[in-house]
T-cell receptor
Framework: KQEVTQIPAALSVPEGENLVLNCSFT??????LQWFRQDPGKGLTSLLL?????REQTSGRLNASLDKSSGRSTLYIAASQPGDSATYLC????????????FGQGTTLQVKP | GAGVSQSPSNKVTEKGKDVELRCDPI?????LYWYRQSLGQGLEFLIY????????KSGLPSDRFSAERTGGSVSTLTIQRTQQEDSAVYLC??????????????FGPGTRLTVT
């Protein structure tokens, strides 16, 4: 059974710092991995999707990497801003015949001005 | 363009009543998903539609839960005889296809269900 873990559960950093959020999964046979952010009381906003054949994806100040063999993904945020404060969730899709995403518990990030 | 929309945004119901939650996916998206988010359980998958059929219903927690999708568009999640443990935020998502690895899932704002 696929399990997704995110460490740390919470993180507080000063504005301008570069930071890394971690996601690990137990079954390396994934189809893709998606990173989301969730603001309090809101739905999920998709940040990046990495297909199983890819190593990384970039969007603006965000860079996500994937190492299937070790069951790890990282989300790198450069030059953090207070507006980056949110909960970040990673989710894996295990196969092509189901749309199911399996989510980690999330990392709650606070960026202090 | 318009994103995924859900209604109602909030629903308070008494234990034992039935509720219907609605999801309107992004136009052109053939795949639709329901998830549930609660404090103790995190985000859990409920059901996946490809067109009007549901090839994966494995996350529905009991037979009190059902969902349908008509016309390959709008979906309704129905919870019968609601219980307090059904209180959660119900999130809907859609994507171009469910079977491709390259399509992201886009989420709606959710329906917060409170069972009193």
């Amino acid at each position: 059974k696929q399990e997704v873990t995110q460490i740390p559960a919470a993180l507080s950093v000063p504005e301008g710092e570069n930071l890394v959020l971690n996601c690990s999964f137990t079954d390396s046979a994934i189809y893709n991995l998606q990173w989301f952010r969730q603001d309090p009381g809101k739905g999920l906003t998709s940040l990046l999707l990495i297909q199983s054949s890819q190593r990384e994806q970039t969007s603006g100040r965000l860079n996500a990497s994937l190492d299937k063999s070790s069951g790890r993904s990282t989300l790198y945020i450069a030059a953090s801003q207070p507006g980056d404060s949110a909960t970040y969730l990673c989710a894996v899709k295990g196969s092509s015949n189901t749309g199911k995403l399996i989510f980690g518990q999330g990392t709650t990030l606070q960026v202090k001005p | 363009g318009a994103g995924v929309s859900q209604s109602p945004s909030n629903k308070v119901t008494e234990k034992g009543k039935d509720v219907e939650l609605r999801c309107d996916p992004i136009s052109g998206h053939t795949a639709l998903y329901w998830y549930r988010q609660s404090l103790g359980q995190g985000l859990e998958f409920l059901i996946y539609f490809q067109g009007n059929s549901a090839p994966d219903k494995s996350g529905l927690p009991s037979d009190r839960f059902s969902a349908e999708r008509t016309g390959g568009s709008v979906s309704t999640l129905t919870i019968q005889r609601t219980q307090q443990e059904d209180s959660a935020v119900y999130l809907c998502a859609s994507s171009f296809q469910g079977t491709s690895p390259s399509y992201e899932q886009y989420f709606g704002p959710g329906t917060r269900l409170t069972v009193t």
